[in-house]
């Protein structure tokens, strides 16, 4: 059964950092691309990083620019969202995403605190 099983999330003070997982089941990290998106009430879903099959790794513009990292394990079958250097506009809910397979993770929620 294809599972994306996210852990990771809570209170984070500013400047601190925070890491997110994303454990999946059902097909590999390292054969598919996987996506993280960060979403704020009221408004969509917003792409934040991005990991193709082949490992490269892309990190979209925007307030989380240069704070974040996604990495992956294919032993753990799991990918990563490394944030550092939290600002309160990194409060958001963030999801992993698997786009071959249009399937989302549950969403894990980060709150930065001032």
């Known amino acids: 059964q294809l599972q994306l099983v996210q852990s990771g999330g809570g209170l984070v003070q500013f400047g601190g950092s925070l890491t997110l997982s994303c454990a999946a089941s059902?097909?590999?990290?390292?054969?598919?691309?996987m996506s993280w998106y960060r979403q704020t009430p009221g408004k969509e879903r917003e792409l934040v990083a991005f990991?193709?099959?082949?490992?490269?790794?892309?990190n979209s513009p925007g307030s989380m620019k240069g704070r974040l990292t996604s990495s992956r394990d294919g032993a753990k079958n799991t990918v990563y969202l490394q944030m550092a250097s939290l600002k309160p506009e990194g409060t958001a809910v963030y999801y992993c995403y698997a786009q071959t397979f249009g399937r989302w993770g549950q969403g894990t929620q980060v709150t930065v605190s001032s």
């Open positions: 059902g097909f590999s990290v390292t054969t598919y691309p």
């Open positions: 990991i193709s099959g082949s490992g490269d790794r892309t």
